[in-house]
């Protein structure tokens, strides 16, 4: 039931994979005043995950719920129309995700993946990001006045 051309369904997975949305915005703001530094989007790791802490070797990743079929999510249900289309199109992104948290594990990093509704239980979240990364590396005082 693919109904769509080639150009278009391109067209479609780049809007999926579209940067900086507003739940990566939020973790990033979050990980930025806790004192994390990191760089976004690094295109040569699998996946290109969202953040990155290179020196920590650890990535995270912000998922949407449906895109990425978060499970036991209601987010994530599926459209009552076209079934056969959705559901071969979204197990093919659960399969390509798996592929990439398994190859970056080959690489020995570490990855988080964040999901857009742990975004409705801020601090619940943070304590997940700072169980995952350790405590944010705080410059010395000395640092401040130079
Ligand atoms: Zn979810």
């Not at 009552?80 to 399969?95: A, M, P």
């Not at 700072?130 to 405590?135: E, H, I, K, Q, Y």
Request: glycine residues 4%; aromatic residues 8%; hydrophobic residues 35%.
């Amino acid at each position: 039931m693919d109904h769509l051309t080639p150009d278009k369904r391109s067209q479609q997975m780049a809007r999926m994979k579209a940067v900086n949305t507003a739940p990566e915005i939020a973790v990033r703001k979050l990980l930025h005043a806790a004192g994390y530094r990191y760089r976004i989007h690094r295109r040569d790791l699998p996946g290109k995950p969202d953040i990155v802490f290179s020196a920590r070797q650890k990535v995270i990743f912000i998922h949407g719920c449906f895109w990425h079929q978060h499970a036991d999510c209601r987010r994530a249900s599926k459209p009552k129309s076209n079934t056969g289309y959705w559901s071969q199109k979204l197990r093919r992104n659960v399969e390509r995700d798996a592929a990439h948290l398994q190859k970056l594990s080959e690489l020995g990093w570490q990855a988080l993946v964040v999901w857009e509704c742990d975004l409705k239980d801020p601090s619940g979240l943070f304590s997940s990001l700072v169980n995952f990364l350790g405590p944010p590396l705080l410059r010395p005082r000395k640092n401040l006045r130079n």
